[in-house]
């Protein structure tokens, strides 16, 4: 079975800085793309950033800028920088297979005080 693990959700003040890490395990092949999503109540999940089976990262335009994201075969971190309260969110760990099949991790809170 597969499973996404996320780990590094938390409170931070506004300005600083947090990393996300995600580990899939369950699985005996390389995941196409490896990323994060974002999602606030009422809201539809919002993409921070991906990174494709050759390293290419993806961003977000929300986050453009502030995130950097770094993958390690099936294994994917997210370090994002100079938070801002709109960061707020509960983060999700995805990751996709080469025929578009969606997997999910089971959410971390961020929370960005002002």
């Known amino acids: 079975q597969v499973q996404l693990v996320e780990s590094g959700g938390g409170l931070v003040q506004a300005g600083g800085s947090l990393t996300l890490s995600c580990v899939a395990s369950g699985v005996n092949f390389r995941f196409t793309t490896m990323g994060w999503f974002r999602q606030t109540p009422g809201q539809q999940r919002e993409l921070v950033g991906f990174?494709?089976?050759?390293?290419v990262a993806v961003y977000g335009d929300s986050v453009k800028g502030r995130v950097t994201l770094s993958r390690n075969n099936n294994q994917v971190s997210v370090q994002m920088d100079s938070l801002k309260p709109e960061d707020t969110a509960v983060y999700f760990c995805n990751a996709q297979t080469f025929g578009g099949e969606p997997y999910w991790g089971q959410g971390t809170q961020v929370t960005v005080s002002s």
């Open positions: 990174v494709s089976r050759d390293d």
